[in-house]
């Protein structure tokens, strides 16, 4: 056995592409997680022009009983070369983010580990139902009996209770409750206002908007069944219109301040992007955008203390402390919009010096500044282009690309993402 003590050589993040997100039940339900993945790898691998990544990682988060291993089933469908290792990863809205940083991580090019292929995928219209636990048991122990009588024997062990199905939601398992509800709960602890949620929704539809009509999405989705753009942003909406919204997770206390205008919707899309070396990004097309990955920070919090979708804010501040940076330094913030309601709270979190000090463990907080609201989310967030669980992380990390290299070189970029279970992920990127 060899070992190489040279050092490991800078990461490298390029934009990739992905499909339009649709609304669940809308203009993709037809595709499942498989097929919605494979047109955008087969658009990325033809960028190598015959060439082929050194490996892939692919993630989806809602379970499917036909495959274990999504990453190698969509290589496989899409035509790669049988010779790519490939495996599935999951931490629910972080997925594909994840994916990129464990790709981060292999990368090494005295091993022959350049050029990795990331992404995800999600159909929310394509969830595949389970039996209940039970019920699989009865069905195994059926499957089993040898003669006619045993199966009639077996046949009437089944109990009527037993005849339950498992419907996956959206739901934390250890508490029961929604993201929704549980935002809920966090937005009346920071005493977030609905004005400002949903003054942060227009912005996300009227920036998403834009960016399309200006060009800013043409080389980052493909089409896909006649589809050629995200369904999702409105352009008519409005403040009048939003404020009319009844609470969709709190319908009972007259104090609910999360709408479905205000939320992101369940949505189908697949997303990809590329990690690798200087040497494996000479792989790709000279006008590929990309940057360099500096550092990335995961957090987790007990969020039966704090919110569940507040590890963000830990994570970001011990980013950029172990960097010596402030806010200001940070020339572009894309922030995941799970519900803008869990944006302005993590903002208020990040200017609260007792937050940063007593929760987060930061010296002399006062140092970071005021947040750059203007900077956030130029091209539209989550609220308005959709998240589909698996995708989300490659789609904002390729829209985080595109931006940030198209700023002055040196610029900094920090991309945020809250997930379920009281985890996030955020990644410092920097123009080259």
């Given at each position: 056995m060899t070992t190489s003590n040279s050092?490991?050589?800078?990461?490298?993040?390029?934009?990739?592409?992905?499909?339009p997100f649709a609304k669940v039940d809308g203009a993709l339900a037809g595709r499942d997680a498989l097929r919605l993945s494979v047109p955008v790898?087969?658009?990325?691998?033809?960028?190598?022009?015959?060439?082929?990544?050194?490996?892939?990682?692919?993630?989806?988060?809602a379970p499917n009983l036909t495959w274990s291993n999504l990453a190698r089933e969509v290589l496989m469908e899409a035509g790669a070369p049988a010779t790519i290792p490939a495996f599935s990863t999951v931490m629910a809205c972080s997925t594909s983010m994840v994916g990129a940083f464990e790709a981060a991580g292999m990368i090494d090019d005295t091993r022959g580990r350049s050029l990795a292929l990331v992404g995800g995928a999600e159909s929310m219209s394509r969830v595949q139902l389970g039996l209940g636990q039970n019920l699989s048991d009865w069905m195994r122990g059926f499957q089993k009996a040898r003669s006619l009588g045993q199966k009639l024997s077996h046949a009437v062990e089944l109990k009527l209770r037993d005849l339950a199905i498992y419907l996956p939601s959206v739901t934390n398992r250890t508490t029961g409750l929604s993201m929704g509800e549980h935002?809920?709960?966090?937005?009346?602890q920071w005493r977030i206002a609905r004005a400002d949620q949903d003054r942060l929704a227009l912005d996300s539809h009227q920036r998403a908007v834009a960016g399309w009509e200006r060009g800013f999405f043409d080389d980052l989705v493909i089409s896909i069944d006649d589809v050629t753009r995200d369904g999702i942003p409105r352009g008519d909406t409005s403040l009048e219109k939003l404020a009319k919204l009844s609470p969709a997770f709190d319908r009972t206390s007259g104090q609910g301040t999360l709408?479905?205008?205000?939320?992101?919707?369940?949505?189908?899309?697949?997303?990809?992007l590329w990690v690798g070396s200087q040497e494996g990004m000479e792989k790709l097309p000279s006008a590929a955008h990309r940057v360099r990955l500096v550092d990335w920070e995961l957090a987790a919090v007990d969020f039966r203390v704090e919110g569940l979708l507040m590890a963000p804010a830990f994570a970001i501040p011990r980013l950029l402390a172990r960097h010596g940076l402030r806010y200001d330094d940070v020339a572009l913030?894309?922030?995941?919009?799970?519900f803008t309601a869990q944006v302005l709270f993590h903002i208020k979190a990040l200017e609260d010096e007792t937050f940063l000090r007593e929760k987060v463990g930061i010296d002399m907080p006062g140092r970071f500044g005021s947040f750059p609201r203007e900077r956030m989310n130029p091209n539209g967030g989550s609220t308005a282009l959709g998240h589909p669980f698996g995708a989300t992380g490659a789609r904002i990390l390729s829209q985080a690309i595109k931006e940030t290299a198209a700023l002055p070189p040196g610029s900094f970029a920090i991309v945020s993402i809250c997930a379920d279970g009281g985890q996030g992920s955020v990644a410092l990127?920097?123009?080259g």
């Amino acid at each position: 056995m060899t070992t190489s003590n040279s050092p490991r050589p800078e990461v490298w993040l390029a934009a990739g592409v992905r499909t339009p997100f649709a609304k669940v039940d809308g203009a993709l339900a037809g595709r499942d997680a498989l097929r919605l993945s494979v047109p955008v790898v087969r658009a990325m691998l033809a960028q190598l022009q015959g060439g082929q990544p050194d490996f892939a990682v692919w993630g989806c988060v809602a379970p499917n009983l036909t495959w274990s291993n999504l990453a190698r089933e969509v290589l496989m469908e899409a035509g790669a070369p049988a010779t790519i290792p490939a495996f599935s990863t999951v931490m629910a809205c972080s997925t594909s983010m994840v994916g990129a940083f464990e790709a981060a991580g292999m990368i090494d090019d005295t091993r022959g580990r350049s050029l990795a292929l990331v992404g995800g995928a999600e159909s929310m219209s394509r969830v595949q139902l389970g039996l209940g636990q039970n019920l699989s048991d009865w069905m195994r122990g059926f499957q089993k009996a040898r003669s006619l009588g045993q199966k009639l024997s077996h046949a009437v062990e089944l109990k009527l209770r037993d005849l339950a199905i498992y419907l996956p939601s959206v739901t934390n398992r250890t508490t029961g409750l929604s993201m929704g509800e549980h935002t809920e709960i966090t937005a009346k602890q920071w005493r977030i206002a609905r004005a400002d949620q949903d003054r942060l929704a227009l912005d996300s539809h009227q920036r998403a908007v834009a960016g399309w009509e200006r060009g800013f999405f043409d080389d980052l989705v493909i089409s896909i069944d006649d589809v050629t753009r995200d369904g999702i942003p409105r352009g008519d909406t409005s403040l009048e219109k939003l404020a009319k919204l009844s609470p969709a997770f709190d319908r009972t206390s007259g104090q609910g301040t999360l709408s479905a205008g205000n939320s992101s919707p369940l949505t189908d899309g697949a997303a990809a992007l590329w990690v690798g070396s200087q040497e494996g990004m000479e792989k790709l097309p000279s006008a590929a955008h990309r940057v360099r990955l500096v550092d990335w920070e995961l957090a987790a919090v007990d969020f039966r203390v704090e919110g569940l979708l507040m590890a963000p804010a830990f994570a970001i501040p011990r980013l950029l402390a172990r960097h010596g940076l402030r806010y200001d330094d940070v020339a572009l913030w894309e922030i995941h919009e799970a519900f803008t309601a869990q944006v302005l709270f993590h903002i208020k979190a990040l200017e609260d010096e007792t937050f940063l000090r007593e929760k987060v463990g930061i010296d002399m907080p006062g140092r970071f500044g005021s947040f750059p609201r203007e900077r956030m989310n130029p091209n539209g967030g989550s609220t308005a282009l959709g998240h589909p669980f698996g995708a989300t992380g490659a789609r904002i990390l390729s829209q985080a690309i595109k931006e940030t290299a198209a700023l002055p070189p040196g610029s900094f970029a920090i991309v945020s993402i809250c997930a379920d279970g009281g985890q996030g992920s955020v990644a410092l990127l920097q123009a080259g």
